[in-house]
């Protein structure tokens, strides 16, 4: 299975694919779509859009995993939801289910502490896809911080069973 996780922002959305077979997690690619504050808000949405369709179209994943948002102040959460509309409309146009997850669960999954910090979170990574540099910056730490989060949660066999009670 390969999963795009996806830490949407609006100055910085992080992005990181990866595959997962009986052998573990392997990284595949990451990265970080930057857009400037004193861009139009349209541009910095459509920067952000054509980085992540492109990401879709040249590697394929079979499901997009997106941290939910968790903003303190209306404002900051508004354009949070700006970006990741954008980042989800991509994996819409080409149909790929998305998964979200709340930031304190990826943290509790990837760590085994939902409070966990940054440094905590860059070598936990490091260690489950098995690479010192692949989380190269907070963004794309957290963006494979969440496809891990999905591949553990699509692993479990109560998810499963949940799933299938639907």
Request: aromatic letters at 4%; proline letters at 4%; hydrophobic letters at 45%.
């Amino acid at each position: 299975m390969r999963i795009l996780g996806i830490d949407p922002g609006l100055t910085s959305t992080g992005y990181g694919l990866i595959d997962v077979d009986d052998h573990g997690f392997k990284a595949v690619e990451g990265g970080v779509v930057r857009t400037k504050s004193d861009q139009p808000m349209e541009q910095r949405l459509y920067s952000i859009y054509s980085v992540i369709r492109d990401v879709i179209s040249e590697f394929r994943p079979d499901v997009v995993a997106v941290e939910e948002l968790h903003a303190r102040f209306a404002k900051t959460a508004l354009l949070l939801g700006h970006a990741r509309g954008v980042a989800v409309m991509a994996a819409g146009e080409a149909d790929i289910p998305v998964h979200n997850y709340q930031p304190s669960r990826a943290k509790n999954l990837v760590t085994g502490s939902g409070r966990a910090d940054k440094q905590q979170m860059k070598q936990a990574i490091a260690v489950h896809l098995e690479t010192p540099d692949a989380a190269k910056n907070e963004h794309v730490a957290d963006a494979f911080s969440i496809a891990i989060a999905h591949a553990v949660m699509s692993q479990s066999s109560a998810v499963a069973a949940i799933e299938a009670s639907k």
